[in-house]
């Protein structure tokens, strides 16, 4: 079954600052869409109005889960119904081993308890994909990791917990070379008919492990240009001006300014968290 996620018309703001304002994306399980454009201009907040996190207050227009609106639910209601969000700062969290952060969590998701023999050999064979540590399973969750290994850790989750849509904020930033080959192309082998990724970043290089179906450009807080790989190309070659310039689009110079000094191929250690 093909499952959908639309976002029509949404409008969102934070007190005194509207961010999205009217943007549209329909995605289905088994495409992969990126969303790339200037720092600040709302890509990250799309990623938290989807998830439902807080202190963002939804003014206009309406999420879909398969025809039904899923504003109205809280965080761990949207995760159970399928929605993952991999954040570009992930939490650290004393006292809680990964291992059994991620059991209760695919617990709390399923609404099933976890046969244990299964979990620890469908976990170890996750980390040995990710090339973790050993030793993963008793840290505490994300303390101590480097921010390669934070992001690793949440691409970890996302395959424990198999979820129908997977959003993923900037998870390129802070990986070296070979840990951004490892992490894209575990993303890639993990998208399926169950399965529809809306990835958002800055780094050409990724995708040349997650293949995009759908390049969508961002700007002021809307999606105003969709198209293929030409446009990953394009963008890593002039930046935003052409954007702007054939759409007639006035920027923010404080967005644009920012935008000018990050060029695609350099992010791959950049991990900003400018939205």
């Known amino acids: 079954m093909t499952n959908i996620l639309e976002i029509k018309n949404l409008e ?3 007190p005194e600052k509207e961010i999205l304002k009217g ?16 720092n600040g201009t709302g890509k990250s907040t799309l990623a938290s109005v989807i998830m439902g996190k ?3 207050e939804v003014t206009g227009g309406d999420i879909l889960f398969d025809g039904e609106s899923i504003l109205p639910l809280k965080v761990d209601e949207r995760a159970r119904k399928g929605i993952f969000l991999a954040y570009q700062n992930p939490e650290e969290v004393s006292g809680v081993t990964n291992s059994d952060f991620v059991r209760q969590a695919m617990k709390a998701t399923s609404g099933k308890d976890i046969n244990l023999f299964s979990f620890i050999k469908k976990y170890e064979k996750a980390c040995k994909e990710l090339k973790m540590r050993e030793d993963l399973a008793h840290r505490y969750l994300n303390e101590g990791f480097s921010g390669g290994e934070k ?4 691409i970890l989750q996302m395959k424990m917990l198999e979820p129908k849509f997977a959003i993923l904020d900037e998870i390129d930033s802070g990986l070296d070379v070979d840990a951004l080959r490892i992490v894209g192309e575990n993303v890639y082998n993990m998208v399926n008919e169950n399965l529809g990724v809306l990835l958002i970043t800055h780094y050409e290089r990724l995708l040349d492990y997650i293949k995009p179906d759908y390049v ?5 807080g809307k999606i105003v240009k969709t198209g293929g790989r030409e446009l990953i190309e394009k963008i890593d070659r002039e930046g935003y001006d052409w954007v702007k310039s054939e759409l007639g689009l006035e920027l923010e110079d404080e967005e644009y300014d920012n935008q000018k000094h990050v060029i695609l191929g350099s992010c791959a250690h ?6």
């Open 12 to 14: 969102c703001r934070v």
């Open 270 to 275: 950049a991990g900003s968290n400018n939205e």
């Open 151 to 154: 992001k690793r850790n949440e």
């Open 54 to 56: 807080e202190n963002y």
């Open 216 to 220: 969508h450009v961002m700007i002021g």
């Open 23 to 38: 943007l549209n994306l329909t995605i289905k399980t088994g495409e992969i869409h990126a969303i790339m454009g200037p």
